[in-house]
């Protein structure tokens, strides 16, 4: 007699998917396992993983890969460790402003850096030391200080206890604009720092300091986002009122695009969830009803984004009445879905997660996955057909490889902390 099916509930805990889960994050790293440039740093890589040099060294590519190689050398994925530290080499060297402290934005192909400062780079620097510490990497833990310290003095804004966004490169003029993408990426690196500070470091002050931030943030985005309908809005001025027609002339951007971005929707119901978790393991009041502003927040996402013109996936971005904007498909808006809903899955036990999980790597096996010359393909377009006009080539691995890796480890621990606990105990 034949076994019964596994039903699409079991997934995210069946034993055979995980093995497949470890399997693909293996063979994503070993596709980006040329990225290291000479000099420190990691390249853009092109579609078939060969770096770009044309494109320079950014640094949250660089930050990215830092961080992804750090977590493979913690699996003990061989040759991960030294592709990490010839990335970390990058941001303790040329993307390293050391006249003006901080980190420039990226440096040319000609040497010359890139002008200006961003929140978004300097969050994923935090992100990438808090990772390559758990994974005690040389160097690691005082590039992390210096990341905090620059941080805390030229982001953090404990008036409104959210981040500004964008100075000059000395650090002497500040940009109007505020933007939620930098204060997503600063709550997660915020989360995976208190992790790494407490378990790691020995400093659990700083440790609940970068907690509490992370919290306060969630606070706010989640109520901004109840007030809208649960879609988050994306941009602000600087007395952080939305600004919910920036960009309209440019709706594809890659980095502020017009209108609700699905993908963010839906990290943020995951990062909620990763928050409520942190908080109670530290005896800390979460966020309020984090776990409904979760639920919102993803159900708004997929009702909106998934399956909505004719064809599976997701739509880039919609209009704030849900209508799509942009229609392509983007590879880390499905990576992000599939983590967002194991991670439902695993806060509540409800098969319906599970059950959307599996579709939505159905779907990333049968459009997304490129057999051919592997890692995903970073944009389809309506018709799920690979094309390039935002994201040409396959740049890093970050989103991708967190989608494997969310499914299988606690909510609680930052990535980094809780490979290092299943790797290393």
């Not at 470890?22 to 993983?49: I, N, S």
């Not at 650090?171 to 407490?198: C, K, P, W």
């Not at 699905?262 to 943020?268: A, K, N, S, T, V």
Request: aromatic share 8%.
């Amino acid at each position: 007699m034949n076994a019964a099916p596994t039903p699409a509930a079991a997934w995210p805990d069946q034993p055979t998917h995980r093995a497949w889960l470890d399997d693909h994050c293996r063979a994503l790293l070993a596709f980006g396992e040329h990225c290291a440039a000479p000099g420190g740093g990691a390249f853009w890589l092109d579609t078939h993983g060969r770096p770009d040099p044309a494109r320079g060294i950014h640094t949250w590519i660089t930050a990215r890969m830092v961080h992804v190689y750090s977590l493979g050398a913690m699996l003990g994925v061989p040759g991960s460790a030294p592709i990490a530290d010839a990335a970390l080499a990058g941001l303790t060297g040329p993307l390293r402003d050391a006249e003006h402290g901080g980190w420039f934005p990226a440096v040319g192909a000609d040497g010359r850096p890139a002008d200006g400062k961003a929140c978004y780079d300097h969050a994923f620097v935090v992100l990438a030391a808090s990772t390559a510490v758990a994974a005690g990497r040389p160097g690691a833990t005082d590039l992390l200080a210096e990341a905090l310290d620059v941080y805390d003095r030229r982001f953090w804004d404990a008036g409104t206890g959210l981040p500004v966004d964008l100075w000059d490169t000395a650090f002497e003029q500040l940009d109007g604009y505020r933007g939620i993408n930098a204060a997503m990426h600063s709550t997660e690196a915020l989360l995976a720092a208190a992790d790494v500070l407490a378990e790691v470091g020995g400093d659990p002050e700083a440790a609940a300091t970068c907690r509490r931030r992370a919290l306060g943030i969630l606070e706010r985005v989640a109520g901004w986002a109840s007030e809208n309908d649960w879609r988050v809005p994306e941009h602000f001025d600087d007395s952080w009122q939305p600004q919910l027609e920036h960009n309209a002339d440019r709706p594809d951007d890659p980095f502020k695009p017009y209108g609700a971005t699905i993908g963010h929707g839906l990290e943020w119901a995951r990062l909620l969830l990763h928050g409520e978790a942190a908080a109670s393991a530290a005896g800390e009041a979460p966020p309020p009803d984090a776990l409904d502003a979760a639920r919102s927040l993803f159900e708004r996402a997929v009702a909106d984004g998934w399956d909505v013109d004719g064809n599976p996936g997701f739509v880039y971005t919609t209009d704030w009445s849900g209508a799509p904007v942009v229609r392509d498909r983007m590879h880390w808006v499905a990576a992000e879905a599939t983590a967002t809903a194991a991670a439902l899955h695993q806060r509540t036990g409800e098969p319906a997660y599970a059950e959307r999980y599996a579709a939505w790597w159905d779907h990333i096996r049968l459009v997304l996955l490129d057999d051919e010359l592997g890692s995903w393909h970073h944009q389809l377009d309506s018709a799920n057909v690979p094309t390039d006009t935002v994201w040409p080539g396959k740049a890093d691995l970050y989103h991708a490889v967190g989608a494997t890796l969310v499914p299988r480890l606690p909510l609680a621990p930052a990535l980094s902390v809780a490979v290092r606990q299943a790797a290393w105990r």
